[in-house]
């Protein structure tokens, strides 16, 4: 568990940002929505390509009273042509990478066939695409599930990697919480009856590919928001522009069309114009990249804003009760031998239990001889014995498992219960804890407490959230006592013991109608009211349809705690729209005095005092500030698609720091390039 | 100079002391707080209702609009009926004959809108009756009506019901106008201003010849120019006259009461909207751009017109051009500072002859008016500006913007954008069209860069609802006359609209709790947004115009 960035987890895909073929692509792309019919949608850009045209043909009319040649006309329609074509180039690579996870997810949306069970109840061969909501199909072992569904009969093992990338087999089973299947996994074990929910086209890898491909995108309220003003903003300096040679004109002198071209396109916000979708369709991308499912773009925005979360104790905060944290003799045994029979039984168990007793057993010291294990036979864990354990060469038989399965195998093998064991088991779960016992041959050596343990990190993160304003609610089925316990361990803020998942609707309920937003995971049927209520429902692939529908995000991992990184994410798209907006805002200044100067500098040469960038001629001041404007777009696109940094710290702290990057960088940064550009400029001039 | 400036720092001190409790005082007022001033209050309160026959029951926003619409376009009406017919009406011992129409457009819509832009000359352009109900009556409605929305516009955003405009209207004249008003009046007469209803008398001079001198109510005329950021002068020169700005104290006394007002807004804010703070950090952030553009005109005026310095004009006393030698440099140019800052109008030197910078930066005050603008609008542009700074920062701590823990989106942004759009459009438009036209430009006296700020000069100060002119232009025509009209009409209650539907949308917004996560507007931090905010979304949009106005012309005289 990291503590610097909580963005960055094992389970997100790396990509790096620009390969070989989505460049390419994008490049292609960019050209194609040159088309105004792409443009109007982004005002800003499509005044740049207005410029353009205009440019473009004043290049080629004859011109009377032009301070400058028509070269100057061709030189600044080409920058202007450039500068579209970085927006859309921008815009074009954020896509890019969504499509380029849509083609893979669209490998596994490759027709099947459909094992279809007809009304008299046989099965008929047909193409998966055409099967109908309530049809039912018979999926065996090593077969693709031909669509999305619920398991009505059966029982399996299902490989999910293609959609979760986890390549470790899920239990599928009818009725209960897991008895939803995805269409295009695979059944792995055993064979599985599924009623088909969706109708074609409309499945959930419909929709997912759907939405990774930005084909349903739609601008997000602050987008929007954030659109007005920048259109504002470009109204007004349209006005600025547009009376300038009313001004001039009264002073007799005039100023090139191209020149005033040239001053619109530098005062309009095109850097955050150009880079706004790609900003909104990356934050998109990082969540999905992160294998959520994100439904909506206004759930990632949502996300930034929750000042509440609303977490299950059991698999989110703790890992359930599997870790071992004692171990306790019964019928005079001493520790060692109860920690050593306990070894034997994990040493080959890769489950967590096992693992902690080997950890815990390290801790005291005690390992086992290897040489002692050499050709045992494994036992693996069984549903029907509910123990694993090892039977060594030597012929000794190791055992662990539920108190009352390990008593009947000792008394099968002929030997005796000790009388502490009930005594000490009723402790044991009294306490919250499961107990395990441990038996070696006919004679039970002592119990494994296992006991629910906070993950490791838990509480670093609720302070991380804490001091970025958020309130954990942590809700768990324990008494009032064991949940107080692993709250105060776990430094959550709230907690509601033998909570039902009413309780859940009402503290969201409660939460918002104090103005909170409210977000929270669920996987159970009886969580989609819950999951539909919050304002970010993450449901669990793992668990139900109605789960899966109710909540406005899905995540493929199944991983609960992934909701603070979803509402990092959020705040990082945020955060990375203000930062360019603000630098794009900022950059004003410098262009300013690159330009005005230059334009009156012929008609009043004292305006050379107000070129305090020092600008080798007012034609190299103009097209520096040009340049600029145009390649600070591509430069940024990296950071509009990865997103500003984002550390979990107060919003003072978080503002004090972009305020100083991007504000006051956004001021300085175009003084700098803009001299420098002239100074190349200087060398053809 | 040190003893200048030195009054200036007292005179500011005087100011600054007074600021914070006047506007805690009108949040008492405003909150509707019971208090030991209502058995005098009350009753005058209950008769205004009775004889109008007014209701005070709680209304929309859209409702407070139209109330305010409405009032304000029949009194400009009636204002204009009896300046059209004011040669036929009682109390015009003068025999002064009817108004132009398009000066009596103009008049009336100047006077209703705070603004006071005069294109006749005080004196002798207006009866008594004009005078008393046209002129006298307006300083009261207009300074009212701006405060009574201002104050509708912090409810809306704090939160609380808007309020009832005829409610606020009328507690705004009886408890904060009248008053102080009455107040200063008295003390303005007892300090040497004529008050009088026996307008002529005539002096022998020394050198015998016959000179007809006019009087008038000066002294509680002055009060509400002052107060109520109307501008508008008794005569022509307004407070150069003698009769209007008779010594030093006057001059420090009109300059507290044009910024009581706009100045003390701030703090009212805090108060009603529950966190002082909030108002602190505004008025900080004003009062540093107030002082930085009050100290750079003074080194600017200090300095001297570097033409006439050339040609051995003694300026140890700066630069005395157009200045009454009675104020000095130091208070002319506080004076100018602070009429164009709380766009009263009201000036004591002629803003024409001021050097090109301090003139800028005058005009500057004006097309921002927001530092600390006129009574109410002023500072609702304030809280525009602030509105727009969340926005735009807002987003860089990673929640979408609140203001005061309220959402700000889409349809919010919408208004504010249009808000943001008006100003630049009215004056650059304008000023533009004007100089398209010879109808304009005609009556420029001084062509050339001046000649630009003199259009620029006009217009930002009918935009902004100033008055003050710069008085080198021939305005009385019908051309000036309708186009600033316009203007100012337009630039009165364009925003007024706008923003109270900002409040109208915001009032019913659920708050969200403030936390660590917040982004907050009650810090030193936000100041600092806000002030850059001003400058580059504000006042980067005037920069050409200014360049070529008095910066060229700054450059050109050297």
Known sequence: MEQETVVHNQSEKKMSLFTKDLTKQALVDAFVKLHPKYMVKNPIMFIVEIGFLITFILAFVPQVNENNGSWFNIVVSIILFITVLFANFAEAVAEGRGKAQADTLKQTKQDTIAFRLTKTGEIEEISSSQLKKGDIVVVSQGQLIPGDGEVIEGIATVDESAITGESAPVLKEAGGDFNSVTGGTKVVSDHLKVEITNQPGESFLDRMIALVEGADRQKTPNEIALNTVLISLTMVFLIVVVTLPFFTSYLNFSIDTGVLIALLVCLIPTTIGGLLSAIGIAGMDRVTRFNVVAMSGKAVESAGDINTIILDKTGTITFGNRMASEFVPVNRHNDIEVIEAAVYTSINDGTPEGRSVIELAAERNIHVPEESVKDAEVIPFKAQTRMSGLDLSNGDQYRKGAVDAIRRWVEANGGNVPVDLQQESERISKLGGTPLAVAKNNQIYGIIHLKDTVKPGMRERFDQLREMGIRTIMCTGDNPLTAATIAKEAGVDDFIAESTPEDKIEVIKREQAAGKLVAMTGDGTNDAPALAQADVGLAMNSGTTAAKEAGNMVDLDSNPTKIIEVIAIGKQLLMTRGALTTFSISNDIAKYFAIVPAMFMLAIPEMEVLNIMNLYSPTSAILSALIFNAIIIPALVPLAIKGVTYKPVSSNQLLKRNLLLYGLGGVIVPFIGIKVIDMILQVFM | ?558
């Open chain 2, 1 to 558: 100079m040190v003893i200048a400036f030195l009054s200036v720092i007292f005179t500011l001190l005087i100011v600054g002391v007074t600021l914070k409790p006047f506007g805690l005082y009108m949040a008492h007022v405003f909150e509707n707080h019971p208090t030991k001033l209502d058995k005098v209050f009350l009753p005058v309160e209950k008769l205004f209702y009775k004889i109008a026959g007014l209701k005070t029951e709680q209304q929309t926003w859209r409702s407070y609009v139209m109330a305010l619409l409405l009032t304000n376009t029949v009194m400009i009406l009636i204002v204009y009926a009896i300046f059209r017919l004011q040669g036929i009406l009682p109390l015009n011992p003068t025999e002064i004959t009817g108004m132009d129409p398009t000066l009596a457009f103009n008049t009336a819509i100047s006077f209703m809108t705070n603004t006071n832009l005069q294109h006749y000359s005080g004196e002798s352009g207006l009866s008594l009756l004009s005078q008393m109900i046209g002129i006298l009556f307006m300083m009261f409605a207009a300074p009212a009506t701006a405060l009574a929305v201002a104050i509708a516009f912090i409810r809306g955003i704090g939160g609380k019901p808007i309020g009832n405009f005829f409610q606020d209207f009328v507690r705004a004249i009886v408890r904060v106008l009248l008053p102080v008003s009455i107040l200063f009046g008295v003390i303005f007469i007892a300090l040497g201003m004529p008050q009088t209803l026996h307008t002529i008398i005539t002096a022998n001079t020394l050198s015998g010849e016959e000179q007809t001198i006019l009087r008038g109510p000066v002294g509680s005329f002055l009060s509400i120019k002052e107060f109520g950021n109307n501008g508008g002068g008794f005569y022509g020169v307004n407070s150069a006259h003698p009769f209007e700005n008779p010594n030093g104290l006057t001059n420090l006394l009109q300059i507290l009461l044009m910024f009581l007002l706009p100045a003390s807004l701030p703090f009212t804010y805090g108060k009603m909207v529950g966190n002082k703070k909030q108002g602190n950090v505004l008025f900080a952030s004003m009062a540093t751009i107030f002082v930085l553009f009050l100290t750079i005109s003074m080194i600017s005026e200090f300095q001297g017109n570097p033409v006439l310095n050339e040609t051995g004009i003694e300026h140890s006393e700066g630069s005395m051009e157009g200045k009454e030698v009675r104020l000095g440099t130091a208070q002319s140019t506080l004076y100018a500072l602070t009429t164009t800052a709380s766009e009263t109008g009201a000036v004591n030197t002629m803003h024409d002859t001021l050097t090109p910078i301090t003139g800028m930066l005058a005009l500057g005050n004006m097309m921002l008016n927001t530092v600390f603008g006129g009574v109410g609008a002023g500072f609702m542009n304030i809280l525009m500006y602030a509105m727009i700074a969340v926005f735009i920062a807002g987003l860089m701590v990673g929640r979408t913007p609140e203001f005061l823990g309220k959402k700000i989106e889409g349809k919010e942004m919408k208004l504010l954008a249009l808000t943001l759009l008006i100003h630049p459009f009215l004056i650059l438009g304008a000023s533009a069209f004007a100089l398209f036209t010879p109808l304009g430009s005609d009556g420029i006296s001084n062509p050339g860069f001046h000649g630009l700020s003199q259009v620029f000069y006009e217009y930002a100060s009918s935009a902004g609802n100033n008055g003050s002119g710069f008085e080198g232009l021939g305005d009385a025509t019908p051309f000036w006359n309708i186009s600033t009209g316009i203007v100012m009409y337009i630039g009165r209650y364009f925003s007024m609209v706008t923003l109270l539907a900002v409040a109208g949308s915001l009032v019913s917004k659920k708050v969200v709790p403030t936390t660590k996560g917040s982004f907050r507007t009650d810090q030193p931090l936000f100041g600092g947004i806000l002030v850059g905010t001003i400058f580059i979304v504000g006042a980067l949009t005037f920069f050409p115009g200014l360049v070529l106005g008095p910066v060229a012309e700054y450059l050109t005289l050297k």
